[in-house]
């Protein structure tokens, strides 16, 4: 069974700061997506990145990537020059080619403060 | 503007009732999913449908229905026999297929309190 991992239940970090969230994954696929979701206190869930398992480019958009060790089945998240609105439930997702099936990790608060 | 709308956000309901949670897609989207959100547990899948007319179970749909007869809609409902029916609801959609990297897209959630 695939299974997502992330150890950090809670994070905090200082405004203009980088934050790294981990998350591993266990599957015997060889090919698959990976997410990051953002879910802030409205409970709304939001898309912030995507990578696809073949790529061994790094996926970043604007302050946040992520760094994907495939071997290591490893999926990190940095936020780099953290801003208030970045506080939220951030949770890691995974998805084989062939299931549409997405399974969430446990997620991480992060708070970013003043 | 194409959404999700689940509704309504905040349902209460009497043990031993059955409730439906309504799903409603505009994005022309094959699949849909509903999650159920607990503290500490993230998200887990119930019930998923790539298709009119048919669902799959996911991770935890005992206690719990769905029907897909159009596809704009998914409705759940919550019955009896689940033991821990309080919780935050999620449906999601996306497009379906082999080989997608679509990204599910989210409702606002339902929060469904029973007492």
């Known amino acids: 069974a695939q299974t997502v991992t992330q150890s950090q239940p809670e994070m905090s970090v200082q405004e203009a700061e980088t934050v790294t969230l981990s998350c591993t994954y266990d599957?015997?696929?060889?090919?698959?997506?990976l997410f990051w979701y953002k879910q802030p206190p409205s409970r709304q869930m939001i898309l912030v990145i995507r990578?696809?398992?073949?790529?061994?480019q790094n996926a970043t958009e604007n302050r946040f990537s992520v760094n994907f060790q495939k071997a290591a089945k490893s999926f990190s998240l940095k936020i780099s020059d953290s801003q208030l609105g970045d506080t939220a439930m951030y949770f890691c997702a995974f998805m084989t080619y062939n299931t549409d099936k997405l399974i969430f990790g446990t997620g991480t608060r992060l708070q970013v403060f003043p | 503007d194409g959404g999700i709308t689940q509704s309504p956000k905040y349902l209460f309901r009497k043990e031993g009732q059955n409730v439906t949670l309504s799903c409603e897609q505009n994005l022309n989207h094959d699949a849909m999913y509903w999650y159920r959100q607990d503290p500490g547990q993230g998200l887990r899948l119930i019930y998923y449908?790539?298709?009119?007319?048919?669902?799959q179970k996911g991770d935890i749909a005992e206690g719990y229905s769905v029907s897909r007869e159009k596809k704009e809609s998914f409705p759940l409902t919550v019955t009896s026999a689940q033991k821990n029916p309080t919780a935050f609801y999620l449906c999601?959609?996306?497009?379906?297929?082999?080989?997608?990297?679509?990204?599910?897209?989210f409702g606002n959630g339902t929060r469904l309190t029973v007492t």
């Open positions: 999601a959609s996306s497009m379906a297929g082999e080989f997608t990297n679509s990204p599910l897209h």
């Open positions: 599957t015997s696929e060889n090919n698959y997506y």
């Open positions: 449908s790539q298709i009119v007319n048919d669902f």
């Open positions: 990578q696809e398992a073949y790529k061994q």
